[in-house]
């Protein structure tokens, strides 16, 4: 079993930065792990994935430029470093991880989630 706890969520400006953390219990390092982002009223959002070596990332059209993934398989922890933000990044942002075949972008995929953590970008 895999437990995700994302942390470092909070408040910010627009421009700034922030720096979101997923830590994973359990053996992690051989799954795909994402991020992903919901708003009230709206279905949950793709926003970049990794691949278990690390070596392959993906993002999603609002991520591209601004956000980049990461991994450390040492310490089964995966970060989202965020740039530029703007108030539409506002979410609950949500790390997720599967060890299946299957596409990184779609949700269904995904096994495993952590409970969210509050990312909210005033002007």
């Known amino acids: 079993q895999v437990q995700l706890a994302e942390s470092g969520g909070g408040l910010a400006h627009t421009g700034d930065s922030l720096r979101l953390s997923c830590a994973a219990s359990g053996r992690t390092f051989d799954y795909v792990m994402g991020w992903f982002r919901q708003t009230p009223g709206n279905e949950r959002e793709f926003v970049a994935a990794?691949?278990?070596?690390?070596?392959?990332?993906y993002y999603g059209d609002s991520a591209k430029g601004r956000f980049t993934i990461s991994r450390d398989n040492t310490r089964n922890t995966m970060y989202l470093q965020m740039n530029y933000l703007q108030p539409e990044d506002t979410a609950v942002y949500y790390c997720?991880?599967?060890?299946?075949?299957?596409?990184?972008?779609?949700?269904?995929?995904?096994?495993?989630w952590g409970h969210g953590t509050q990312v909210t970008v005033s002007t």
């Open positions: 997720a991880a599967f060890d299946n075949a299957g596409s990184v972008y779609n949700r269904e995929s995904y096994d495993y």
């Open positions: 990794i691949l278990r070596s690390g070596g392959k990332t």
